[in-house]
């Protein structure tokens, strides 16, 4: 079956234009509509804010499959894609019974408006849902290699020799613990990667009040979070973290098939310690609730997508120091590829992958 939507009618330009295509889709599958507007941030050229959020659906169900886009901001436009197209389906318009559909729209609208994956305080959301009020978990192997990521300058030179310190981190400790440095989240370097917060992020407090407000009777609850860069090109690869051997954990394999969502491997890696997820703060806002799901990622560039993590804060913290306007345009684009590939082939597989996705959780969801 043929999707509803063309590719280039489901993906948007920019944030602005995403939130109009996703408002103007929810509406269109006769959804309640709720705006969550950023209290001091604008779009670059200062136009509001907000996360969006649309319900389909009885208000009172007891069971609800949750869609959230945008958590790495400009990694918004592909979860975006997925939220619009399945919107315009058939399967939005006849739900099953005692069940409701909450899509929560650039819940880091910051990150997508102005082409970063982080917040507006360079945070990675996703690893910025844990005990603020506690110690910090440490990431010693990150402390060793933060002052080797950013090269002063973006060039061959430069990016040689962020190769050279990271290969013989990698020699010395190997891949896995190379991998889990970079990206199991940190708490001591606010302008380096995976940074996880001093403090809830104005995103994750908002999220918490999305989901007391709109899952108030849900008992049961399928989670999609919406992510790019990790497995083969436009292919989803599924990160479960729920509990091993839980029931929720069996029914999002029972979903999406055991070989998808068991014992995954990012990268061929083995899985970092990720801290403060997304995952964790839906679990912690809907305590006594089953909860079952997992990060869908699309892939992009495989293993070579960290060089665009580190992309992302150059473009941050060091293209200033040497203004080339034209040199950032290029990269710019270059960085928005990496993560929303502009190839039309790639943008076809992730709205018939990510609107199937969809409907395999809410069938399941409503057989659990």
């Known amino acids: 079956m043929s999707n509803a939507l063309e590719h280039w009618q489901a993906f948007s330009r920019d944030y602005a234009d995403g939130r109009a295509r996703f408002t103007a889709q929810a509406k269109a599958a006769g959804a309640l509509l709720q705006r969550y507007t950023h209290p001091d941030k604008q779009t670059p050229d200062g136009l509001p804010l907000s996360i969006d959020v649309a319900r389909l659906g009885p208000a009172d169900a007891t069971r ?3 869609l959230i886009s945008g958590t790495h901001g400009l990694e918004g436009a592909a979860g975006s894609a997925a939220q619009i197209g399945w919107l315009a389906t058939q399967s939005a318009a006849s739900l099953p019974a005692d069940t409701n559909v909450v899509l929560i729209h650039a819940i880091n609208p910051y990150g997508w408006s102005h082409e970063t994956r982080t917040t507006e305080n360079n945070v990675d959301l996703n690893r ?3 005990d603020h009020s506690k110690p910090y978990p440490p990431n010693d192997a990150y402390d060793i290699l933060h002052p080797h990521l950013l090269p002063a300058q973006w ?7 962020v190769k050279q310190a990271v290969d013989a981190f990698r020699d010395e400790h190997g891949a896995d613990a190379t991998f889990n440095a970079t990206a ?4 001591r370097h606010p302008q380096g990667l995976v940074f996880g917060g001093a403090q809830r992020e104005w995103s994750n407090l908002t999220l918490e009040i999305i989901l007391r407000e709109h899952l108030p009777h849900a008992e049961k609850v399928a989670l999609i979070d ?14 479960c973290f729920n509990a091993e051997g839980s029931e929720e954990q069996q029914q999002a394999a029972g979903w999406w098939g055991r070989e998808r969502v068991l014992d995954q491997r990012p990268h061929g890696l083995a899985r970092p310690d990720y801290q403060g997820l997304v995952f964790r703060g839906v679990e912690h806002f809907l305590p006594g609730r089953k909860i079952a799901g997992a990060v869908v990622e699309f892939g992009t560039r495989g293993r070579h997508v960290g ?3 580190r992309l992302d804060q150059w473009l941050r913290f060091k293209a200033a120091d040497q203004a080339d306007a034209t040199r950032d345009y290029i990269l710019r684009h270059d960085l928005i590829d990496a993560f929303v590939p502009y190839a039309s082939v790639w ?5 018939r992958h990510g609107i199937h996705i969809t409907d395999q959780a809410l069938q399941g969801l409503a057989a659990w």
């Open 64 to 66: 609800t499959l949750l």
């Open 128 to 130: 910025n849902f844990i």
């Open 155 to 161: 060039s061959e030179a430069g990016l040689a020799g």
């Open 184 to 187: 199991s989240g940190q708490y």
């Open 226 to 239: 919406w992510h790019t860069g990790i497995g083969e090109y436009g292919e989803p690869f599924f990160l």
């Open 307 to 309: 060089e665009a993590l």
């Open 347 to 351: 943008r076809q597989s992730v709205l």
